[in-house]
């Protein structure tokens, strides 16, 4: 069998090979060989959150101190964001950390993902809402190694300096309107 991480190439009994392809990431190859991918988050020996298995080397803050928000490596170069105040220790479900009150009835929740993350502000209050605070939320990025890029579409690359590749993609942030419908 030949694997990847998101395809596997099987020998049948009729001598043919048969190929499975997936549209995410199935498999994290890791010094012992594949396992599958596994994005329940769990603490690490340094106090970072990080998923049990993903493509990419992801922590997620354990909260307090001066550790990024989220720091991912790739290919031996690494890009991190970080929060402008210290972070509140996470609440974990599954694949989902929740850092609670980053800013007054704003809670902060970041989501492993097979090769990566997504992030969300959950807004409890139409006070928090039309906060300065949230109005303009700046996160410190940095990266070693990459030339961080905006996209034409409004996201973000981050290139190999050397191979000139994307080592790292963002979309455009968008605002997703959860407010219930009225009739």
Same mark, same amino acid.
């Given at each position: 069998?030949?694997?990847?991480?998101s395809?596997?190439v099987?020998a049948?009994?009729?001598?043919e090979?048969?190929a499975?392809?997936?549209v995410?990431?199935?498999?994290?190859?890791?010094?012992?060989?594949?396992?599958?991918?596994?994005?329940s988050?769990?603490?690490?020996?340094?106090g970072?959150i990080? !998923?049990?298995?993903?493509?990419?080397? *992801?922590?997620?803050?354990? &909260?307090?101190?001066?550790?990024p928000? +989220? #720091?991912?490596? =790739?290919?031996?170069?690494e890009?991190?964001?970080?929060?402008?105040?210290?972070l509140?220790?996470?609440?974990?479900?599954?694949a989902?950390?929740?850092y609670?009150?980053?800013? !007054?009835?704003?809670?902060?929740?970041? *989501?492993?993902?097979?090769? &990566?993350?997504?992030?969300?502000?959950? +807004? #409890?209050?139409? =006070?928090?809402?039309a906060?300065?605070?949230l109005?303009?939320?700046?996160?410190?990025?940095?990266?070693?190694?990459?030339?961080v890029?905006?996209?034409?579409?409004g996201?973000?690359?981050?290139?190999?300096?050397?191979?000139?590749?994307?080592?790292?993609e963002?979309?455009?942030p968008?605002?997703?309107?959860?407010?219930?419908?009225t009739?």
């Amino acid at each position: 069998m030949m694997r990847g991480e998101s395809r596997e190439v099987f020998a049948t009994a009729e001598g043919e090979l048969e190929a499975r392809e997936y549209v995410r990431p199935v498999w994290a190859r890791t010094q012992g060989g594949w396992i599958r991918v596994d994005t329940s988050l769990a603490a690490t020996a340094d106090g970072a959150i990080a !998923p049990k298995a993903s493509t990419v080397g *992801t922590e997620f803050s354990g &909260g307090g101190g001066t550790q990024p928000l +989220v #720091r991912m490596e =790739r290919a031996g170069r690494e890009l991190s964001l970080s929060w402008p105040t210290p972070l509140p220790k996470p609440q974990l479900e599954g694949a989902v950390a929740t850092y609670a009150s980053v800013l !007054p009835d704003v809670d902060l929740r970041m *989501t492993a993902q097979e090769d &990566g993350f997504t992030q969300l502000l959950v +807004v #409890r209050t139409a =006070r928090a809402a039309a906060s300065e605070d949230l109005a303009e939320l700046w996160l410190k990025l940095s990266a070693q190694d990459l030339d961080v890029q905006e996209t034409d579409e409004g996201g973000l690359r981050a290139l190999d300096f050397g191979a000139k590749g994307a080592v790292f993609e963002a979309p455009k942030p968008m605002m997703p309107d959860t407010e219930p419908e009225t009739t």
